[in-house]
């Protein structure tokens, strides 16, 4: 059974930092592209940052550069550091496996940037 669990969310002021780690389970994730995306209030889910079980990365054109996802396939991992964060970034942060036509998703973390 596949199983992601997100942590790190939390109250940061603009312009802070957090880190969002997703651990995952229940398969050989070193196969797949692991994602991270988030559901602003009142918005659609969108995509944050992809990474490749090759390493390429993707990222959404308003976090480039201060977004980095990445992944540590003996650990099946995933972290997100966000620097620079602004209060747009507000929003709940999942983490986002799709294995052979399904969409696996973890429960969700809170990020909210305000002063």
């Known amino acids: 059974q596949v199983k992601l669990v997100e942590s790190g969310g939390g109250l940061v002021q603009p312009g802070g930092s957090l880190r969002l780690s997703c651990a995952a389970s229940g398969s050989i994730f070193s196969r797949y592209v692991m994602g991270w995306y988030r559901q602003p209030p009142g918005k659609q889910r969108e995509l944050v940052a992809a990474?490749?079980?090759?390493?390429?990365?993707h990222y959404q054109d308003s976090v480039k550069g201060r977004f980095t996802i990445s992944r540590d396939n003996a650990k099946n991992t995933v972290d997100l550091q966000m620097n620079s964060l602004k209060p747009e970034d507000t929003a709940v942060y999942y983490c986002?496996?799709?294995?052979?036509?399904?969409?696996?998703w973890g429960q969700g973390t809170q990020v909210t940037v305000s002063s």
């Open positions: 986002h496996v799709p294995i052979s036509g399904y969409d696996y």
């Open positions: 990474i490749t079980s090759g390493g390429s990365t």
